[in-house]
């Protein structure tokens, strides 16, 4: 299960708290420094796991469903989550259909549709991808969009965690299918170096070995996050970050 990091929960509490009044030693009023041991291979997070994948994911990319402060599942870009009472789940439990928000925007304008989800859900199974896992979909007998805004998912057996794992807060987010489509194998694309997301944040440079650096999206569906900018450092010593802690050049760690 890849339920949430340390990092990608503390900046989702800083995000629905602001950062008004967060100051450090060298007078940072509109961003935050994170220092992290490790670099990811990729920003594209159907590559990584453990925490990589859902840092970047939580980040830059938004899922069907998360997992809220208390561990709850509530809905991201799903308009709500599907159970068998509002009638998102049928009653054989084999069938399930996520009706989705239409107000979700890929940071370069297109919307966020079915389609992507569809799209999403086959690259992760695609042998044309050198992929860590696909384990998550093995439950799923086929995806497919019902209406512009509706995904429909056939399980080959009812399973209880669908709801979480199937993009949610246990699974990977949703890509861009008009970005991606295109190519036969998503090892070697592009945007796996330069994501355009749908989430909360939009990369503005990543450094190599040093540094990535993220922006606030202004189109983000939740709304604008009130920490403008958020720098991840790599810092491959504890030694190295708690001395940079000190001296106020990073913020935080985790």
Not at 77 to 83: C, D, G, K, L
Not at 211 to 239: E, T
Request: glycine share 8%; aromatic share 8%; charged share 20%.
């Amino acid at each position: 299960m890849m339920r949430r990091s340390a990092l990608s929960s503390a900046i989702a509490a800083l995000l629905l708290a602001g950062c008004g009044n967060h100051q450090t030693a060298q007078n940072r009023t509109d961003g935050l420094i994170v220092a992290r041991l490790s670099e990811p291979i990729s920003l594209n997070p159907l590559y990584l796991q453990g925490p990589d994948a859902k840092d970047i994911g939580d980040l830059l990319y938004s899922s069907l469903t998360r997992y809220d402060s208390n561990e709850q599942v509530v809905p991201d870009i799903a308009a709500a989550v599907p159970t068998t009472n509002n009638g998102g789940i049928s009653r054989d439990g084999k069938r399930v259909v996520f009706r989705l928000r239409r107000d979700v925007l890929w940071q370069d304008g297109y919307a966020l549709t079915a389609d992507d989800v569809v799209f999403t859900h086959r690259a992760s199974i695609d042998a044309a991808n050198a992929l860590p896992s696909r384990s998550l979909y093995d439950p799923v007998s086929s995806v497919t969009a019902c209406s512009r805004y509706t995904v429909c998912v056939t399980l080959k057996r009812p399973y209880a965690p669908i709801v979480a794992t199937f993009f949610g807060g246990d699974g990977t987010p949703i890509l861009p299918k008009h970005l991606l489509q295109r190519y036969r194998s998503l090892d070697g694309a592009a945007v796996n170096l330069a994501p355009i997301g749908s989430g909360p944040y939009r990369v503005e440079k990543w450094i190599r070995g040093d540094r990535l650096d993220l922006v606030a999206n202004g189109s983000y569906f939740r709304g604008k996050p009130k920490i403008a900018r958020i720098s991840i450092r790599f810092v491959p010593s504890h030694a190295t970050i708690l001395n940079q802690l000190r001296s106020g050049e990073i913020d935080a760690t985790f």
